[in-house]
């Protein structure tokens, strides 16, 4: 059986070209503790293509990538020239003691056994540091996305009603809600490639598969909102808790 959280490395390339990044907004609140007017160590834990890489070195952020798949690394070395990409995952971090300034986690935290990774963050973090996961959610308050949802079923997990992993103590401070709004373009046609990049898909049988891409692909062809479009914008709401080390 395929263990969902490692289930990406097989759509790696997919995953780098269909998912949304992150908007500069929601990076700057998350790193606001530590910011100052300088640059900061960053370290993205379970980094993916490094697409939340890329937003903190555009940024002129030191950028620590650590990543548990081999072909999702992969991407990532080749998408981030200069940037220290490494094997390793957030219970098993290759960094020494109080080491970067930030921790950031996109779209990863829920894969996380939290009482075996918040201990090891904390440990690579300086005192005075912030840990931020964010996460990109559909915003399904436009009617196209929500039928999109109805077919591959809805996102979010109440991320925006307040942290629903359990206690961050005695490690770190009551995570503190950010939320920003940002859209990203999209052909209609490839809606099947962003279902195609999650782990829902991944893991689904075949039979599962192809009942995914044949409805989505009329909702492609017939929605109102889409039909005949060469592009549409999705919208998306960026979710950040920031947390301080306890």
Excluded: K
């Amino acid at each position: 059986m395929t263990i969902p959280g490692l289930s990406f490395g097989s759509a790696a390339r997919l995953y780098d070209t269909i998912r949304p990044t992150y908007p500069q907004t929601a990076i700057t609140w998350a790193l606001r503790p530590v910011l100052g007017e300088r640059p900061v160590r960053v370290l993205d834990l379970g980094a993916g293509t490094g697409l939340l890489s890329g937003v903190l070195v555009a940024a002129g952020h030191e950028v620590v990538a650590v990543e548990p798949d081999d072909q999702m690394r992969a991407v990532a070395a080749g998408n981030l020239p200069g940037v220290e990409v490494l094997s390793g995952s957030a219970e098993q971090i290759p960094l020494p003691d109080a080491s970067v300034d930030a921790v950031v986690v996109g779209q990863a935290y829920h894969w996380f056994t939290p009482e075996r990774a918040l201990p090891e963050i904390r440990r690579v973090l300086r005192a005075e540091g912030v840990f931020a996961p964010m996460w990109n959610i559909r915003d399904e308050r436009t009617p196209w996305v929500a039928a999109f949802s109805e077919v591959v079923g809805q996102e979010g997990w109440g991320l925006d009603e307040g942290w629903p992993y359990g206690a961050v103590e005695p490690w770190f401070t009551t995570p503190e809600l950010g939320m920003f709004e940002h859209t990203v373009p999209i052909p209609p046609a490839a809606l099947v490639d962003l279902a195609r990049s999650r782990s829902y898909y991944l893991t689904a049988d075949a039979d599962e598969q192809a009942r995914l891409d044949r409805d989505l692909a009329t909702l492609a062809d017939t929605h109102p909102d889409l039909a005949g479009r060469d592009v549409v914008d999705m919208p998306y709401r960026t979710c950040v808790y920031r947390m301080r080390p306890a």
